[in-house]
Nanobody
Framework: QVQLVESGGGLVQAGGSLRLSCAAS????????AGWYRQTPGKQREPVAT???????SYEESVKGRFTVSRDDAQNTLSLQMNSLKPEDTAVYYC?????????WGQGTQVTVSS
């Protein structure tokens, strides 16, 4: 069965950096659209950064210039480099991959940015 496992979350001070990684099983990032989403309590999950199977990336406005999504096709992993972190980036971050009409999600990893 499809499995996505995230790693790399944690606690960081404002201005710091974190790198999230997502490893996939039974599904391939390189031939599907994928991305990172985040969710805070009481709010809907929202896209942060996405990458199409052709490699085109897009970013939520507030993270442009600070976050970078990338894919390693050889390792079948998806990453999110987060720089210049702000307290408002605090959330649970989820890895996502979409195959046809089905969305698959990781278990989520907590990112907490202290001021």
């Amino acid at each position: 069965q499809v499995q996505l496992v995230e790693s790399g979350g944690g606690l960081v001070q404002a201005g710091g950096s974190l790198r999230l990684s997502c490893a996939a099983s039974m599904i391939t990032f390189g031939i599907n659209n994928a991305g990172w989403y985040r969710q805070t309590p009481g709010k809907q999950r929202e896209p942060v950064a996405t990458i199409t199977r052709s490699g085109r990336t897009s970013y939520e406005e507030s993270v442009k210039g600070r976050f970078t999504v990338s894919r390693d096709d050889a390792q079948n992993t998806l990453s999110l480099q987060m720089n210049s972190l702000k307290p408002e980036d605090t959330a649970v971050y989820y890895c996502n991959i979409r195959r046809n009409t089905i969305n698959y999600w990781g278990q989520g990893t907590q990112v907490t940015v202290s001021s």
